[in-house]
């Protein structure tokens, strides 16, 4: 039973461009999450969706970031015009349900904006 | 808005010592998870408290919940090496499974 999937794992990005993060959760999973960490620091939440809806977005930046869990296919974190401070390893987890419990997390892409 | 604070922030200890990092929350935690994070990896569960008080062993590893539920602890009985990483408190309190994490504290362990 493959784990939480994210790709790219690594991605370079210059100052202006768009970078995409995809996250395909565990089989079985409806939810999903978004999460930051800035080197050396701890991971803050960004959103959180099911199929087709954002639950919870209060943690991501008013511009630039968006985020989508389609139908089909995998949720995608998009961040527009990237700047420096975007670089930052970006983790999506998953669960079963909406009840309390355990997140399942990816290994994370790991964003470097020249 | 809520903050977890986990101290300290980072500790080295020699192999065979032992290791607490302790989590402080400004307000009353719903449920607690314990997170690990190893060098250059992901955040993998440790466990879950949810009971006022509540301690629970996994072989070397001790959590306990306050009574208050406003802290909890993780504590490390002989350290190995293997033990290295960023040990992660994580408050489930609010939408669903959202989970708001503490700071953190990375334990070094060496021979």
């Known amino acids: 039973n493959a784990g939480v999937m994210q790709n790219p794992r690594h991605l370079v990005r210059r100052r202006g461009q768009e970078a995409r993060l995809r996250c395909s959760p565990m089989?079985?999973?409806?939810?999903v999450y978004w999460y930051r960490q800035l080197p050396e620091e701890g991971l803050k939440f960004m959103v959180y969706?099911?199929?087709?809806?954002?639950?919870?977005e209060s943690g991501m930046p008013k511009e630039r970031f968006s985020a989508e869990f389609p139908k089909e296919g995998p949720s995608i974190l998009r961040i527009q015009q990237v700047v420096r401070g975007d670089s930052a390893a970006y983790f999506c987890?998953?669960?079963?349900?909406?009840?309390?419990?355990?997140?399942?997390f990816g290994e994370g892409s790991r964003l470097t904006v020249l | 808005g809520q903050q977890v604070m986990q101290i300290p922030q980072y500790q080295h200890v020699q192999e065979g010592e032992d290791f607490t990092t302790y989590c402080n929350s400004s307000?009353?935690?719903?449920?607690i998870q314990w997170y690990k994070q190893r060098p250059g990896g992901h955040p993998v569960f440790l466990i879950q408290l949810v009971k006022s008080g509540e301690v629970k062993k996994q072989k070397r590893l001790t959590f306990q919940f306050g009574e208050a539920k406003k802290n909890s602890s993780l504590h490390i009985t002989a350290t190995q090496t293997t033990d290295v990483g960023t040990y992660f408190c994580a408050d489930t309190t609010g939408t669903a499974s959202k989970l708001t994490f503490g700071t953190g504290t990375r334990l070094q362990v060496t021979l």
């Open positions: 307000t009353t935690l719903s449920n």
């Open positions: 969706l099911q199929k087709e809806n954002i639950i919870d």
């Open positions: 987890a998953s669960s079963p349900s909406a009840v309390h419990g355990e997140l399942f």
């Open positions: 089989k079985g999973h409806s939810h």
